[in-house]
């Protein structure tokens, strides 16, 4: 389904003062059109003549075998393993190429056949719930579907058959660790997914978010139009850079969009609602060059993108993967401030304050992780920089590890936290995947 060309114009309109490049740049956050579809149950479901053998162990076409349950996927994309692999729904894509089922005898896995590639993938698996009725997008791309886990939340999902994976967001697992259901309401075009995002675990009343495939975003509908409305002249958005979540603590969402300047400078935008009126604040640079090892933005190729939401000192926290000097990845952590600006938080230390930025990879002998653990057991999470470097006491390729703790403050700031004990360490070398 084509895009409407009036929401086109109505953007080009709206982008008074940006050049068509600068219009281009920002295209992924277009209108909704008018004529989205209502519900997941209103898209094609059209299976055709494919039926499922009365032993749920096979699909047919026509008289033929399709493909049979023997010839799925024995673990999940996360590797567990999965003892029950019967068939008990089929929805075929629109051209019929790609073959979505349901499977379990509790309906706990949600996977793809490709009937080109004669392989399937298990796009999710609940374990100890259910999964509900998937749908196709318009164009046969990406399959929506949602599941309930044993905790009994709802979660969205939605796989991917060019690539063959399962689409991943930060936003949807921040939303999971939060209790917040997550659900398909509908396709609004081809690669366009309507979201709502419930205040709880309980389905009933969600918010309608916008989640954009290609471009990575995920946003609240209301937010759409303002938000093209106020691009930056120059400016680029950054791959999977928009998104909207409550920063604040005021229940109401804010829309951060991570872009950059005409000068290749960093930038971050705030949208917040006021009432009936938006409140658009901005952040240009993120943070000082310098804080980074750099002297010019200009050639970098990208800024700033987004890594991970967490929960630090009982504040959502934009951990945000900025350009760096080195081959090492620089992890900063970005709290919203009571004027609605995007600002890094501080690491207090006997050096004074600066940005809190981590690193993280391997450069020369070293390997650098960042972790968030929670090492006391109190329900909130550390940062720990754990650095390792090869072993120089042992012929065998093992790493000595070192490791700082930082305990996050309700103010932006983070502060030393005791010294680690053996299993506290222990604890930081299981959550950065090295012993």
């Known amino acids: 389904m084509a895009r409407p060309l009036l929401a086109i114009v109505s953007l080009l309109v709206a982008l008074t003062g940006c050049s068509?490049?600068?219009?281009?740049?920002?295209?992924?956050?277009?209108?909704l059109p008018s004529d989205a579809v209502d519900s997941l149950a209103d898209t094609t479901r059209?299976?055709?003549?494919?039926?499922?053998?009365?032993?749920?162990?096979?699909?047919?076409?026509?008289?033929?075998?399709?493909?049979?349950?023997?010839?799925?996927?024995?673990?999940?994309?996360l590797g567990r393993p999965l003892s029950q692999r019967s068939i008990v729904e089929v929805?075929?894509?629109?051209?019929?190429?790609?073959?979505?089922?349901?499977?379990?005898?509790?309906?706990?896995?949600?996977?793809?056949?490709?009937r080109r590639r004669q392989v399937a993938a298990v796009a999710e698996?609940?374990?100890?719930?259910?999964?509900?009725?998937?749908?196709?997008?318009?164009?046969?791309?990406?399959?929506a579907y949602r599941g309930t886990d044993g905790d009994g939340l709802t979660r969205v999902g939605v796989f991917d058959v060019m690539e063959f994976r399962t689409e991943v967001h930060p936003l949807l697992a921040w939303f999971g660790r939060e209790r917040k259901a997550t659900w398909p309401q509908s396709w609004i075009d081809e690669g366009r997914l309507r979201v709502l995002v419930a205040p709880g675990a309980e389905i009933e009343g969600g918010l309608a978010y916008s989640w954009e495939l290609e471009g990575g975003t995920l946003l609240l509908e209301s937010h759409l139009e303002p938000l093209a409305g106020r691009a930056p002249p120059g400016s680029r958005l950054e791959r999977g850079g928009v998104i909207s979540l409550d920063l604040?603590?005021?229940?109401?969402?804010?829309?951060?969009?991570?872009?950059?300047?005409?000068?290749?400078?960093?930038?971050?935008?705030?949208?917040?609602?006021?009432?009936?009126?938006?409140?658009?604040?901005?952040?240009?640079?993120l943070v000082p060059a310098a804080a980074l090892g750099i002297e010019d933005w200009a050639p970098l190729r990208r800024g700033a993108l987004l890594y991970q939401v967490a929960s630090l000192g009982d504040r959502p926290t934009l951990l945000l993967d900025l350009p760096s000097a080195t081959s090492l990845r620089a992890i900063g952590l970005f709290q919203v401030v009571s004027g609605g600006r995007l600002e890094p938080m501080t690491i207090t230390g006997e050096r004074g304050q600066r940005p809190a930025i981590f690193y993280d990879g391997i450069f020369g002998d070293m390997t650098s992780q960042?972790?968030?653990?929670?090492?006391?057991?109190?329900?909130?999470?550390?940062?720990?920089?754990?650095?390792?470097?090869?072993?120089t006491s042992t012929l065998e390729a093992e790493l000595e590890w070192t490791a700082a703790p930082f305990r996050a403050t309700g103010d932006g700031r983070l502060v030393p936290a005791p010294d680690l004990d053996d299993s506290a360490l222990e604890t930081v070398r299981q959550a950065v995947g090295r012993g």
């Open 248 to 285: 604040l603590g005021d229940a109401a969402p804010e829309t951060v969009a991570l872009y950059r300047t005409a000068g290749g400078e960093p930038g971050a935008m705030v949208l917040e609602t006021r009432g009936a009126e938006f409140r658009v604040t901005t952040a240009v640079p």
């Open 125 to 143: 698996a609940y374990e100890g719930g259910a999964a509900g009725s998937p749908a196709w997008s318009p164009d046969g791309r990406y399959l």
């Open 46 to 77: 059209g299976s055709g003549a494919l039926t499922i053998t009365a032993d749920s162990t096979a699909v047919l076409l026509g008289g033929d075998t399709l493909f049979t349950s023997s010839r799925l996927p024995a673990r999940t994309s």
């Open 91 to 114: 929805v075929a894509s629109p051209d019929s190429t790609n073959i979505a089922f349901v499977g379990g005898a509790d309906r706990s896995i949600v996977g793809v056949w490709s």
């Open 20 to 31: 068509e490049e600068d219009r281009k740049a920002w295209v992924s956050i277009l209108p």
């Open 370 to 391: 960042l972790g968030l653990v929670d090492l006391d057991g109190n329900g909130s999470l550390e940062v720990v920089s754990a650095v390792g470097r090869a072993s």
